[in-house]
């Protein structure tokens, strides 16, 4: 089965701050989605990455995979303290799209 | 249309009670998940259908656990006798089937506390 391994496990930063977390799989990622989630609520769809070497951003927020498509990077640029939430990485292994996902990023964005 | 609406958002119950949550997906999708989500960890896959037809189910879907998807639309999930391992937030998802991924977009979710 598929295993996704994100870090950093948390991370505080300081508001204007840029800032990276990496998702790393343990096969192929055909699919690799990015979610933040505000605690005790649902996830937010931020994106969605299929085709290796393949960056998308939205606002500040950039994501990457890989050439090898194994990898994903999410970064964020001049962090604001709307940020601060889990940042999970979920893979599809295939068209199915049923999710594996890692355990998150805790993200904390201070004034 | 909002997105996926889950019902109810918080269900306090005692041990041995019977639940059923509820879940609408967005209007256009045909297929929805669930997913089981306890603290501090990611979301894990309980089971999903396209239309009204269940096609996979996890391990962790116990013998307590039923979920159906009656006319293709709307699901729910039922647990019975419900134990404190249950304890957890129990999250919908719906997606557009096509030949290649595409996104699922998640509900607010149903925070299950067992007493």
């Known amino acids: 089965s598929q295993e996704l391994e994100q870090s950093p496990q948390s991370l505080i930063v300081q508001e204007g701050k840029n800032l990276t977390i990496n998702c790393t799989s343990s096969?192929?990622?055909?699919?690799l989605y990015w979610y933040k989630q505000k605690y005790g609520e649902g996830l937010i769809f931020l994106m969605m990455?299929?085709?290796?070497?393949e960056e998308k951003s939205h606002e500040k927020i950039t994501a990457k995979l890989d050439e090898k498509k194994q990898q994903s990077s999410l970064h964020i640029t001049a962090s604001q303290p709307s940020h601060a939430g889990i940042y999970l990485c979920?893979?599809?292994?295939?068209?199915?799209?049923?999710?594996?996902f890692g355990t998150g990023t805790r993200l904390q964005v201070t004034l | 249309d909002t997105g996926v609406s889950q019902d109810p958002r918080h269900k306090i119950t005692k041990r041995g009670q019977n639940v059923t949550f509820r879940c609408d997906p967005i209007?256009?999708?045909?297929?929805l998940y669930w997913y089981r989500q306890t603290l501090g960890q990611g979301p894990e896959f309980l089971t999903y259908?396209?239309?009204?037809?269940?096609?996979?189910k996890s391990r962790l879907l116990s013998d307590r656990f039923s979920a159906e998807r009656p006319k293709g639309s709307f699901s729910t999930l039922e647990i019975q006798r419900t134990e404190q391992g249950d304890s957890a937030m129990y999250l919908c998802?719906?997606?557009?089937?096509?030949?290649?991924?595409?996104?699922?977009?998640f509900g607010q979710g149903t925070r299950l506390t067992v007493v």
């Open positions: 990455l299929q085709k290796g070497g």
């Open positions: 998802a719906s997606s557009l089937a096509r030949v290649t991924n595409t996104e699922a977009f």
């Open positions: 209007s256009e999708h045909n297929r």
């Open positions: 096969k192929t990622l055909y699919g």
């Open positions: 259908f396209q239309n009204e037809a269940q096609l996979e």
């Open positions: 979920g893979a599809a292994p295939g068209t199915a799209s049923k999710l594996t």
